[in-house]
């Protein structure tokens, strides 16, 4: 049986923080620690930062993305971006389906599921997040939630295209509430998500998915979510914003 090696990739959600100055001296300060470490680095940086970001990690092993996009190549959409504007300033990746982005801004499965199409076409390694609320969870519908989640957003994907997805399970009451997940509850739910995955595209191509863990990681819990079979990475919030923080989590 063969056993498939996922890189492991840590990524800095900047959400509504930083300005380009700042961001460009944090990244600044972070290629030397991202030249030590054998993850992969990415940081989803403010719209406005994008090009400064990009330009500052150019020469670095670390990666540059945005945290959301428009589905649509272009049009008569005020105030939204698309993938190709998104790649053109710079990003080699991007999120979608955020909890934040599901919960304050109305986004559903279906729209996800947009924005994934549309960000793989603009050439996009795509972050796709799900997680369940804690009323879920209480009510032991974790499993549910995430197979709905997955089936749903990731319609009509092939795969080929899941070679550039990255899967991110960020349960919601575990974001910002340093509520994190157990190592046991991360591992069970990721690998659910993997199982979920198998039975879409096949065994093979779902062990190479790349699956994330999201919710209050800091420097002192990151290694033992890490440990786990089916963490292959982390999605770092509040934590991502201190050079201190986040240069711990990446050595890890
Ligand atoms: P925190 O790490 O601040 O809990 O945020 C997690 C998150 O939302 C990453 O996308």
Redesign the pocket.
């Known amino acids: 049986m063969s056993v498939t090696v996922r890189p492991t990739v840590i990524t800095g ?1 900047w ?1 509504m923080y930083k300005t380009i100055s700042e961001a460009v001296s944090f990244i600044e300060g972070l290629i030397p620690f991202a030249s030590k470490t054998h993850a992969e680095v990415g940081l989803a940086v403010p719209f406005t930062i994008l090009p400064s970001a990009a330009k500052a990690a150019q020469n670095s092993l670390i990666k540059v993305g945005a945290q959301n996009l428009n589905a649509e190549k272009e049009g008569a959409f005020t105030g939204e971006i698309s993938g190709r504007m998104l790649t053109d300033a710079g990003a080699s990746f991007v ?1 979608v389906g ?3 982005r599901r919960r304050l801004f109305h986004e559903t499965d279906a729209m996800i599921n947009k924005k994934l199409k549309g960000a793989l076409h603009a050439g996009l390694r795509t972050i796709v ?1 799900i997680g369940e609320t804690l009323e879920e969870h209480q009510q032991g519908k974790v499993q549910t939630v995430l197979q709905k989640q997955i089936e749903q957003s990731f319609e009509g994907i092939t795969e080929e295209q899941l070679k550039n997805v990255i899967l ?1 399970y ?1 349960p919601v009451w ?4 340093n509520q994190t997940a157990t190592p046991e509850i991360a591992q069970k739910a990721h690998r659910f998500c993997r199982e979920v995955m198998a039975r879409k595209w096949g065994e093979i191509p779902a062990e190479k998915v790349v699956i994330q863990y ?4 800091k420097a002192d819990n990151a290694a033992s979510l890490l440990e786990q079979a089916d963490v292959d990475g982390l ?5 991502s914003l201190s050079l201190d923080s986040f240069s711990k989590i990446i050595r890890l």
């Open positions: 959600n959400k999120i955020h909890s934040e997040c991110a960020e575990a974001i910002g509430t999201g919710g209050s990681v999605l770092v919030g509040g934590a």
